[in-house]
């Protein structure tokens, strides 16, 4: 199955500042789903990239797929307290069809 | 369209006791999934489902944990007896066939074991 890290495990960032959270893979991404979740609560779908160079944005976040499909990227412009949480990015698993997570990154916005 | 339904909220047990979670997913969506997050981590899988067939169960504890989908719709998940080492956040998924279809979670349940 794969084998996804995460960087950082966390990062405090003053507002209004841009930040960007990594997702690598041990193997071919076939999909890449990006989440956020408040602590201790259910998982909010940001995202879903599949195509290798797949760029795609809402608000002020932006998530990259590479174009060797192994890693993905998280951009967050201008960080506003609403975007602090928990972020995870999920793998679609080749033939089991299933996700399989990094381990998160804790983001904190500091005024 | 309604999301995924999962209940409760919120659970506190004592160890050795038994417990049950609910899911209700998005309406035709064939596939549910179950995962355990402990915090600090990234949520695990322990069982999936295709309609109401098994597909994958490898992560599940089968000497404590159980879940069924009698119907191909709403499922279930148990755990007796719980453990300290089961207080995590449990989370219910559904796609409507594959996992590239779209993945949608519920609001999870967190369940302390003390």
């Known amino acids: 199955s794969q084998e996804l890290e995460q960087s950082p495990q966390s990062l405090i960032v003053q507002e209004g500042k841009n930040l960007t959270i990594n997702c690598t893979s041990s193997?071919?991404?076939?999909?890449l789903y990006w989440y956020k979740q408040k602590y201790g609560e259910g998982l909010i779908f940001l995202m879903m990239?599949?195509?290798?160079?797949e760029e795609k944005s809402h608000e002020k976040i932006t998530a990259k797929l590479d174009e060797k499909k192994q890693q993905s990227s998280l951009h967050i412009t201008a960080s506003q307290p609403s975007h602090a949480g928990i972020y995870l990015c999920?793998?679609?698993?080749?033939?089991?069809?299933?996700?399989?997570f990094g381990t998160g990154t804790r983001l904190t916005i500091i005024p | 369209e309604a999301g995924v339904a999962q209940s409760p909220r919120y659970k506190i047990i004592e160890k050795r006791q038994s417990v049950a979670f609910w899911c209700n997913p998005i309406?035709?969506?064939?596939?549910l999934y179950w995962y355990q997050q402990i915090l600090g981590q990234g949520p695990k899988l322990l069982i999936q489902?295709?309609?109401?067939?098994?597909?994958?169960d490898s992560q599940l504890p089968k000497d404590r944990f159980s879940a069924e989908r009698l119907k191909g719709v709403d499922s279930t998940l148990k755990i007796q007896p719980a453990k300290l080492e089961d207080s995590a956040v449990y989370l219910c998924?559904?796609?409507?066939?594959?996992?590239?279809?779209?993945?949608?979670f519920g609001s999870g349940t967190r369940l302390t074991v003390v």
């Open positions: 489902f295709q309609n109401n067939g098994v597909v994958d």
């Open positions: 309406s035709g969506h064939a596939t």
């Open positions: 990239l599949q195509k290798g160079g």
């Open positions: 999920g793998a679609v698993d080749f033939g089991n069809e299933k996700l399989t």
């Open positions: 193997k071919t991404l076939y999909g």
């Open positions: 998924a559904s796609s409507p066939w594959t996992a590239r279809d779209g993945y949608t």
